[in-house]
């Protein structure tokens, strides 16, 4: 591949610094573009959705969606590879970044919108981005702005009330397990990152730069924080490692997070969305969860089946997945 890329992106998108990291990985020649009204032009002449990271090939194409942006150059550039060559731990990978995009993503939006502190932080720095010179006033102006939209989307992500309790008891359990995971090794499969890495790391990334959950973070998970440092500009440093190695702490990731938690609000979201419904309501890990259907995970829902679909005969899958739990969320048609 001949060129340099450009990535528009945002210091604050999970999913654009969780591509800017792997083509750092991948050593893409590439141009770091900050999303702000002075690019604004340029931006819309490639993007389809109005949404970030982008990222414009040589060519002049454009590309969006982070989950097929590595799924794609992990093909055009496969070394250092992201995916090991086990199947039944490659499936493992995609699913764990299935798990933080879509599940870990409530998390960070949940803190990052829903504590005053965190609120004005984080719309501070977007402000700051939005309005780059034009002066203090205009950006405490468009701070407000900012905070009353963003603070007005908590819906999006099932964040209310009455799924407040269970959104902040999954992030500290799950940044318990991780940290736990990380004990031993430098990234999630070992001694390099995996999709996995990619996908969790960016929610832990934003997570940590916010006022609440970066305290969590910094007061209880020293090996979660040394690997989000890791992850900014992450290197080979040994190789996958195979199941036996990982099982006893990746597994209670799996069977307590993935299988109790993100899977069945996956499946009842599809659902709902397949029925017309304009809510839905369903019990996880002894809570009520009750949110408006999201299209775009019913769509990566459906994603994650077919690529399940592709490796389900993988020695060992089978079996990880029926003590995991997560066996019968995936094979469901």
Same mark, same amino acid.
């Given at each position: 591949?001949?060129?340099?890329?450009?990535?528009?992106?945002?210091?604050?998108?999970?999913?654009?610094?969780?591509?800017?990291? =792997?083509?750092?990985?991948?050593?893409?020649?590439?141009?770091?573009?900050?999303?702000?009204?002075?690019?604004?032009?340029?931006?819309?002449?490639?993007?389809?959705?109005?949404?970030?990271?982008?990222?414009?090939?040589?060519?002049?194409?454009?590309?969006?969606?982070?989950?097929?942006?590595?799924?794609?150059?992990?093909?055009?550039?496969?070394?250092?590879?992201?995916?090991?060559?086990?199947?039944?731990?490659?499936?493992?990978?995609?699913?764990?970044?299935?798990?933080?995009?879509?599940?870990?993503?409530?998390?960070? =939006?949940?803190? &990052?919108?829903?504590?005053?502190?965190?609120?004005?932080?984080?719309?501070? &720095?977007?402000?700051?981005?939005?309005?780059?010179?034009?002066?203090?006033?205009?950006?405490?102006?468009?701070?407000?702005?900012?905070?009353?939209?963003?603070?007005? &989307?908590?819906?999006?992500?099932?964040?209310?009330?009455?799924?407040?309790?269970?959104?902040?008891?999954?992030?500290?359990?799950?940044?318990?397990?991780?940290?736990?995971?990380?004990?031993?090794?430098?990234?999630?499969?070992?001694?390099?990152?995996?999709?996995?890495?990619?996908?969790?790391?960016?929610?832990?990334?934003?997570?940590?730069?916010?006022?609440?959950?970066?305290?969590?973070?910094?007061?209880?998970?020293?090996?979660?924080?040394?690997?989000?440092?890791?992850?900014?500009?992450?290197?080979?440093?040994?190789? =996958?490692?195979?199941?036996?190695?990982?099982?006893?702490?990746?597994?209670?990731?799996?069977?307590?997070?993935?299988?109790?938690?993100?899977?069945?609000?996956?499946?009842?979201?599809?659902?709902?969305?397949?029925?017309?419904?304009?809510? =839905?309501?369903?019990?996880?890990?002894?809570?009520?969860?009750?949110?408006?259907?999201?299209?775009?995970?019913?769509?990566?829902?459906?994603?994650?089946?077919?690529?399940?679909?592709?490796?389900?005969?993988?020695?060992?899958?089978?079996?990880?997945?029926?003590?995991?739990?997560?066996?019968?969320?995936?094979?469901?048609?």
């Amino acid at each position: 591949m001949v060129g340099s890329y450009r990535i528009f992106g945002s210091e604050l998108s999970p999913y654009s610094v969780k591509v800017r990291s =792997f083509f750092r990985y991948k050593n893409l020649a590439h141009e770091w573009i900050p999303r702000s009204p002075a690019v604004q032009a340029e931006f819309q002449k490639y993007a389809k959705l109005p949404l970030v990271p982008l990222v414009v090939t040589p060519e002049g194409e454009g590309l969006q969606d982070s989950t097929p942006i590595l799924d794609r150059f992990e093909t055009l550039a496969p070394e250092p590879a992201i995916v090991p060559a086990d199947p039944a731990l490659a499936f493992l990978s995609a699913l764990l970044e299935e798990y933080g995009d879509e599940w870990g993503n409530k998390w960070m =939006f949940h803190y &990052r919108w829903r504590y005053q502190p965190d609120v004005w932080s984080t719309s501070e &720095r977007i402000a700051a981005q939005m309005m780059g010179a034009q002066g203090t006033l205009a950006v405490a102006q468009a701070r407000a702005a900012v905070a009353e939209r963003m603070t007005g &989307r908590l819906g999006f992500v099932g964040s209310n009330d009455k799924t407040q309790p269970l959104i902040e008891a999954s992030f500290k359990h799950a940044l318990a397990l991780l940290d736990a995971h990380l004990a031993t090794r430098s990234y999630v499969l070992g001694g390099r990152p995996a999709m996995a890495d990619f996908g969790l790391w960016g929610q832990f990334y934003e997570a940590a730069t916010d006022p609440t959950p970066g305290a969590i973070m910094r007061g209880g998970a020293p090996n979660v924080m040394a690997w989000v440092q890791r992850m900014v500009s992450p290197k080979v440093e040994g190789a =996958f490692e195979a199941w036996p190695a990982l099982a006893s702490t990746l597994m209670p990731l799996l069977k307590e997070e993935v299988a109790a938690l993100f899977l069945p609000w996956s499946v009842t979201n599809a659902a709902a969305i397949a029925a017309g419904n304009q809510t =839905f309501d369903l019990s996880l890990g002894g809570t009520e969860w009750s949110q408006e259907p999201q299209k775009y995970h019913a769509r990566s829902l459906a994603e994650i089946r077919r690529k399940f679909a592709a490796a389900k005969t993988a020695p060992g899958l089978e079996a990880i997945l029926r003590e995991s739990d997560c066996l019968s969320w995936l094979a469901q048609a």
